[in-house]
């Protein structure tokens, strides 16, 4: 079949088996052009594949010639019907990495299921015997709590009171202004449920009372802080409590591991073009004129960038920042007061008629497509593909 994307709302329905091959490759690329990395031999990434946690994967298994146990939940293709961006990137990395030294393994089901941690449990003793390194980044819009059977649902809302300010239609490059509404007790506990530590911590008991897990091991969970502009829909908001008890749960994992030398780390990353991100309010907008600023500085990074630094910091003896709460620093550059004094100014005056002028609009279109495999450079997109192979 002929594939093209096609959308629903702002979720992109379809993805580029082709197109998503030669986004990992590209990663590796970048990878495999900068310095080893010691430290680990075994590694499970949870939500291993997009974004961070696809980056978490290639880093291990190339800079760090480790083993990966890669865990996902993704939709698989049909003759009429691709499968989903996350599947074929999991495939493509284990096609392009089969002739290395590491090996890598996939599981393709619910990581909050007991069903999918035991699955992983038995792989781990016999393929890896333990994991020196856990890297938690799930996301997703709904959870079943496996010991309550509860189903808990996500959602985008302020706390307290709506908030409105501008967002952008990355499509078409129009500036809108956005009321978002605030979420009831129900809905914030919902997102903590989903989004917070209450999984990781689940995950590392189960790796621990397994004997699966290394002397000295690490986990890692990703979070985000960002700018006031940001805070009502995402720090102050539902998603931010879901980060505090992540946040907080990094602390609870530290001291349950402390018999092992083990540590709980939060990475608070930067902004990037997510699936994920693409769908908060505000958010693309912000993002559209960080990237303009941060291209023309020289301090861009992508996710490949960013987790690379962050593995070279934690494990090459890199020096990384810290902030108060001991939480590792990644969005360093972002967060450069003069940049962020300069993106309070541009937000002030940008409009749909000068958006070209004053941000990198047209770029995050870009990434957003490439993120289902689509607009990527050497690809021909007018081939008749097979959905169902990488």
Known sequence: MIIKPKFRGFICTTSHPEGCKKNVENQINYVESNEKIKGIKNVLVLGASTGYGLASSIVSAVACDANVLAVSFEREGTEKRTASSGWYNIEALKSLLAEKKSQVLSINGDAFSLEIKEEAIEK????MGKVDLVIYSLAAPKRTNPLTKETLSSCL????????????NFHTGE??????????????KGTVGVMGGEDWMLWIKALKEAKVLSEGVKTIAYS?????????IYREGTI???KEHLEKTAKEITEYLKNI?????ISVNKALVTQASSAIPIVPLYVAILYKLMIERGTHEGCIEQIYRLF?????????VKDSEERLKLDDYEMDEELQNEIVHIWEKINTDNINDLSYIN???????????FGVDEVDYNKDINPRIV
């Open 124 to 127: 781990i003793k016999e393929y």
């Open 157 to 168: 809302k302020t706390i307290g009171e709506p908030f409105s300010n501008k967002t952008v």
């Open 175 to 188: 500036i809108s202004n956005i009321t978002i509404p605030a979420a009831t007790e129900e809905e914030i």
């Open 224 to 232: 985000y802080i960002g700018p006031e502009v940001t805070y009502p």
């Open 240 to 242: 931010g409590k879901a």
């Open 261 to 265: 030398k083990g540590q709980g780390i």
């Open 312 to 320: 070279n910091g934690v494990y090459g003896n890199k020096n990384l």
């Open 363 to 373: 770029l995050i279109r870009e990434e957003f497509f490439k993120l289902f495999g």
